[in-house]
DNA sequence: TACTGTTTGATAACAATTATCCGCCAATGT
DNA sequence: ACATTGGCGGATAATTGTTATCAAACAGTA
């Protein structure tokens, strides 16, 4: 099995190669922030990245990571666990329900909860987790922003 | 078919019951503000109920509309979309994959794309959707918030 | 009507994110 | 290796979304 630092020399060279791609200069605090973001597996948030990248970097700016962080987004290195994170958004269906969710225009629709077939889990969950529900949230274009597309 | 007028009548008297239930003063402003959020399917913004409030009580605060919302939200009236919306989280997982959400601790565990069945829809889409992926969310306790019960 | 705890509206404070600006450095060509 | 230059990093101001504070007004109760 691949060690931890091989997993990483890996994916760093990989990335070397996505900013020369990419006409990204290859700086040192850039690779740490991508390092650190692609190693983690718990989804952190960009204070969290910037705290770790601190203990590399003592002097490196929440600027700078915000910056790199939007880069690696747009060049689809890195994701965002969900589209809503900038604002709240309130749902008066109280119902266990899906959502289709338009990702230009951030639209949200309902889809009811037996619109969906049951959803069954294949694998074992990590040991302990306690299912309360769920739903499904598909993504693409609403009818609007895919006729003008 | 029941008339939108009535519909909202209804709403709006279930809404009384609930704030005498729960020791609420039911204030103009709040019947307002529960009326203008239960009556939209679009999931709203809090700005956007805002704008919407001010039409009828063009002296309402903004402040009030969030206390209300959140008010509104302890109570089961209303539900929030999603629970990730303060703050971005990131994603190094560029495959389609499903997430475990602890709404106590809101940590994110992933469960991989092939952890779970192909979802099935039944329903119709609404007209003209175009779906291009989409990710079940589950929600629950994670192992150590449910320990401790 | 008088009493009392709640609610409202105005605004300050706070948190998350982005914009601005300038000195510096990585990439490129010589 | 050196000079040039456009991008980059760091500091910090500005913006956005949300919550806290507080005095005045109000709803519930008797
Ligand atoms: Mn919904
Ligand atoms: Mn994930
Ligand atoms: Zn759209
Ligand atoms: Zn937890």
Redesign the interface.
């Known amino acids: 099995m691949a060690s931890s630092k091989a997993v990483q020399a890996h994916l760093v060279a990989a990335f070397r190669d996505e900013c020369r791609r990419r006409g990204l200069a290859s700086t040192h605090q850039r690779e740490v922030i991508y390092r650190v ?11 969290a ?1 910037y705290d770790l990248v601190k203990r590399e970097i003592p002097s490196v700016s929440l600027a700078t990571v915000y910056k790199n ?1 939007n880069i690696f ?1 747009e060049a ?7 589209m ?11 119902h266990p329900h899906h ?2 969710v ?2 230009r225009c951030k ?6 909860g ?4 049951p ?5 074992k ?19 609007k922003c ?2 003008r597309q």
């Open positions: 973001a692609a190693s983690r597996i718990d989804h952190p948030t960009p204070e990245i962080l987004l689809g290195l890195l994701r965002e666990v969900t809503h994170h900038g604002s709240l958004r309130l749902d008066p269906n109280t959502h289709l338009c990702e639209s949200i629709a309902d889809l009811p037996e619109g969906v077939e959803v069954r889990i294949r694998s969950l990590p040991k302990g987790f306690r299912v309360e529900r769920y739903s499904v949230e598909f993504t693409g274009l609403c009818p895919a006729q």
